[in-house]
């Protein structure tokens, strides 16, 4: 096993998760794979994909962006975030809803602009750019009812048994909204080179992912006032994920996707948030290292086709 690799499998082990990993350089397809192709649970990663259909649909005339939607406090998906956090009547636009659910995951936002897209508007956003392996089969409503059920009686005190763990279907790829390490670098590609929507809401997508507020996971892995990470977070019991794209200020940029699974179920585990902004970070170096030539045992390798990982 080549250094990098090694590395990366070594900072999982010491944070006590099992990790996935797909590291590319936007322009240039040189790649870090660490279980690129390896089915993963998304989470609210998957909130990336609901806002580029969003996007989509907008660019094609089928929304509008600035609509006013009225969110009364009884329909909201519960979450600790956002409108789902909220006790009174608000009134905003589309656009707004996404800001909520890309920048603080806010679930209840999510399910409001799921409701304008369609779950099959998500899948074919999806899968009009190549991404063969990710589909989204429930809301996030459903998502968490279905852990309440699975958890039974005792709720979110089952939670920390490890065989209610093993039965909760939100964790099973074959299941649940789910996608791959590379199908995910792949769609983040896409939205940075202006594939996945017009230049116009390319950019939207962009600015929203770079207001995401939430810094102990990739971000963490990049302390540089002058390096930007745009990204999107997902969390489930014993899940921590996070995609993203790091920008140099020397014009480099890489998309980056970690999807880890605990051994412990303890909700607040710093090491298994902070081992996606390390295992981020090694891989990063490892491609800017590539492209400079100074790699010495080469862990990387150059994609072909039309992006990163085809």
């Known amino acids: 096993m080549n250094r990098t690799l090694h590395r990366i499998g070594a900072a999982f082990a010491e944070a006590g998760v099992t990790g996935r990993l797909h590291a590319v350089d936007i322009d240039s397809g040189t790649e870090v794979d660490a279980g690129a192709d390896h ?22 005339g089928r929304l509008d962006l600035t609509e006013q939607v009225e969110v009364p406090p009884a329909d909201r998906t519960a979450g600790p975030t956002g409108l789902a956090a909220m006790l009174d009547p608000v ?18 936002a999510a399910d409001l602009l799921l409701a304008r897209t369609g779950i099959d508007g998500v ?25 309440r059920e699975d958890a039974g009686p005792a709720a979110a005190r089952a939670l920390a048994d490890p065989q209610v763990i093993a039965r909760l279907r939100a964790l ?24 996945a929507c017009t230049p ?13 507020v939430w810094p102990h996971r990739m971000a963490s892995g990049f302390p540089f006032d002058d390096v930007h990470v745009a990204g999107k977070t997902g969390s489930l019991p014993t899940v921590r ?15 980056v996707a970690v999807f880890t699974r605990a051994a412990n179920p303890a909700a607040t585990l710093p090491a298994a948030d ?13 491609l800017r290292a590539y492209s400079t030539g100074s790699m010495p045992d080469r862990p990387v390798r150059r994609t072909t086709g039309a992006g990163p990982g085809v």
């Open 91 to 108: 009134r905003m636009s589309l656009r707004d809803a996404a800001y909520l659910m890309t920048a603080v995951s806010d679930n209840a």
């Open 241 to 255: 994920n996070e995609v993203g794209v790091i920008e140099y200020p020397d014009g480099g940029r890489y998309a």
């Open 123 to 147: 899948n074919e956003a999806t899968a009009r750019l190549g991404l063969t392996r990710t589909r989204a089969v429930h809301t996030f409503r459903s998502l968490f009812a279905g852990i």
């Open 274 to 286: 902070a081992v996606i902004g390390t295992t981020a970070r090694i891989a990063v170096d490892a």
């Open 172 to 195: 099973d790829p074959a299941r649940s909204n789910r996608s791959t390490p590379r199908d995910m670098t792949r769609l983040l590609g896409a939205v940075w080179r202006d594939e």
């Open 200 to 212: 116009e809401h390319g950019a939207a997508i962009r600015r929203l992912l770079g207001l995401q």
């Open 39 to 60: 089915p993963v649970v998304t989470a609210s990663v998957h909130k990336l994909c609901l806002l580029v259909a969003l996007h989509q649909q907008a660019a094609a």
